[in-house]
């Protein structure tokens, strides 16, 4: 955890999406200092009819390349959100190519009851994860 779900169009050979994710993944362990084997990634792929994605209101440029990431989380305070979000970007432009305003982001937190990672043990409740999150 922190589990990140992309929703992108449809498209993307399995190299480029691999790069993507190991982008975001530079950026999820910078900002949040977790460890390197903390990764739960999830790829949706849309038809463009599936998958509208406009700017708020903001007039920001979208292209076939925009990516909404949800992020379901643990709470993190705004500088590391902010932190994460700055990555992010940077990551995505200089690996694929993503220009920052083809990326959208949106948190959602929960608390440590709300996870399971196996054996049907609430891990970080149990103890089982303790001290090797420490970033979370």
């Not at 955890?1 to 190991?22: K, N, Q, V, W, Y």
Request: aromatic share 8%.
């Amino acid at each position: 955890m922190p589990l990140l779900r992309f929703d992108i169009l449809e498209g993307r050979s399995d190299a480029e999406l691999e790069t993507l994710l190991d982008a975001a993944h530079r950026a999820m362990l910078a900002a949040f200092n977790v460890p390197a084997r903390d990764r739960y990634q999830i790829v949706h792929e849309h038809k463009p009819s599936r998958l509208i994605v406009e700017d708020t209101g903001l007039d920001i440029p979208r292209t076939e390349k925009m990516i909404f990431l949800q992020v379901t989380s643990r709470p993190r305070g705004r500088e590391a959100k902010e932190n994460f979000y700055r990555l992010l970007v940077d990551e995505l432009e200089k690996s694929c190519g993503i220009a920052s305003s083809d990326v959208v982001v949106s948190f959602i937190e929960n608390t440590d009851e709300d996870w399971s990672f196996g054996y049907g043990r609430a891990q970080f409740l149990t103890g089982e994860l303790g001290g090797k999150l420490e970033g979370n």
